[in-house]
């Protein structure tokens, strides 16, 4: 492992892919490896990038990503399917509406699409997007259809979210209204090369001046086509333009300071729930006290209460060895 990680900050990209493999499988190396790669994280910036099936997400990641390598930018790009079972490399559609960079060695593509991950798919993705920041990648680009809860919250990942919406498919106001305006920090209107565009742009315009707080940050509505090339630079400059105001204001700052809080009480939450299903395995105090419950001779509450202390004393003799114990730099 510690070979691995060495690999990993030589710059080998068969490294970045093993371990992001570690990750993805819940390996019980990934809370090492997340440890050692923390002190290179928090360099990357995050752009996600959602909307419906069809939207264009892929095309416009990847020529995105065309005009970023031409200003020799790198970029770490994370493809979530949820509805797809495949994970670990990249799915063929993907390798192919990203074909262009495919040798290139500043840019770097994974799939995930496993539902059943065991950290969740969420958890997951912010672990791997860390393993792309870690391994220096200047930006790191997510994209995700944005439907469900589980997508949402891999959105509030990123430091600015691009909504994805398409003249014709019918969804803007739908989108829109599907909760997904409260993420969005720029508004793209891809194929902007098909009529109804104009339309569209204007309908998210309306909607923005009916409820957008203007106090805060009104997202700019950018037409632009992967087909044609169109808007793309603008595309850019607006992403440009949120990161500014978010270092201006010094809402970066405290975004990612509340971010790594709340990573770090994820992660005790999730440590502290494999050690109560690891102490429930096995037979002892805990299946006594859930017996007593079933006989009626203790309440429910009493139990937990006696279950968190036992398990709190078992985590001082087993659990504090067990994990990464050191300190940064
Ligand atoms: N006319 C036109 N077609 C586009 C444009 N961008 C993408 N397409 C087409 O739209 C289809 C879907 O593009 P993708 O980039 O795969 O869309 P996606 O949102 O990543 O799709 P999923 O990941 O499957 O949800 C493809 O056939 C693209 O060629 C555009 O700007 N104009
Ligand atoms: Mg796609």
Redesign the pocket.
């Known amino acids: 492992m510690n070979n691995l990680v060495e690999r990993f900050r030589n710059g080998e990209q068969l490294a970045l892919a093993r371990l992001i493999s570690v990750i993805e499988n819940e390996d019980a190396r990934r809370n090492e490896v997340m440890a050692q790669l923390y002190p290179l994280m928090g360099k990357a910036y995050i752009v996600g990038v959602t ?10 990641v ?1 020529r995105m990503s065309m005009i970023l390598r031409k200003r020799d930018e790198t970029i770490g790009i994370i ?1 979530v ?1 949820p509805s797809s079972p495949f994970s670990g490399g990249a799915l063929l ?2 390798r192919i ?1 990203m074909q262009t960079h495919a040798l290139d060695k500043g840019v770097f593509i994974r799939s995930m699409g496993t539902r059943g991950s065991l950290g969740g798919l969420a958890h997951t993705t912010k672990d791997v997007a860390k393993a792309m920041d870690a391994f220096g990648f200047q930006w790191v680009v997510i ?1 995700t ?1 944005g439907v469900g809860q589980a997508e949402i919250d891999i959105m509030h990942l990123a430091d600015t979210t691009i909504v ?1 919406l398409t003249p014709g498919a019918g969804d803007s106001i739908q989108t829109i209204k599907a909760g997904i305006m409260e993420i969005a920090d720029v508004f793209a209107v ?5 009529p109804g565009a104009d339309r569209v742009a204007t309908e998210i315009e309306t909607m923005l001046d009916l409820h957008c707080d203007t106090t805060k940050w009104r997202p700019p509505v950018v037409q ?5 090339n169109m808007g793309l630079e603008n595309l850019l400059e607006a992403i440009e333009n949120h990161r500014q105001h978010l270092l201006t204001t010094g809402v970066f700052q405290k975004i990612r300071q509340e971010r790594i809080k709340e990573e770090t009480l994820e992660i005790v939450n999730h440590q502290w729930q494999q050690l109560v299903s690891r102490q429930v395995k096995i037979p002892g105090r805990i299946n006594e006290l859930l017996q007593e419950v079933l006989n009626r001779k203790i309440d429910p509450y009493t139990a937990a209460n006696n279950i968190l202390a036992h398990v709190a004393t078992s985590f001082k003799s087993e659990g504090a060895e067990a994990g990464p114990q050191r300190k940064i730099m």
């Open positions: 909307g419906s099936p069809g939207a264009g997400k892929s095309s416009l990847d493809a399917d559609g993907d509406r994209e259809v994805i891809n194929k902007s090369d098909l632009v086509s992967s087909v044609t």
